[in-house]
């Protein structure tokens, strides 16, 4: 049985949900506490346990347990080839990793400032420095 540690807001969970769906997949949701005051604190103790970046999505199955998107999307179409999600050449699937990666890493950042807030403001002024998006939402000084 497949076991999908999910949350409300998180989009890097619904990347992999849409996979397992798409894929016609059966899966256990476990959706972790998430609120505007303190985000994903404190966290799901089993996401602690096994993602080192205490992040979802984080999946098991069989007693393989993953975690990160990309990675997780990646395995379901290797074990689950049935109905596969990434194309068939290896120039295809590289062009394809690519778009994922500029969606997740460089689309994201730069449609943060139109989001609405997601998550707290951090209280460690070296990540909110980090992140000048939310400076203007976080009630904090920048530091
Ligand atoms: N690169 C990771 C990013 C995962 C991520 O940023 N997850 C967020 C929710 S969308 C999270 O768990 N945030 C809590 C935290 O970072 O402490 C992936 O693709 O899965």
Known sequence: MITLYSGPLSLFARKVEIALREKGLPFERVMVPFNQTTGYDPKHPEVLALNPKGQV??????????????VIVEYLDEAYPEIPLYPGSPAER??????????????LQALKPLMHRTGPCPADPARRAAQPARRAQCHRPAG
């Open 94 to 107: 590289a062009r394809c990793r690519l778009d994922e990666l500029f969606a997740d890493e460089i689309l």
């Open 57 to 70: 999505p984080v999946l098991s199955d069989a007693g393989l347990v993953l975690y990160d998107s990309t």
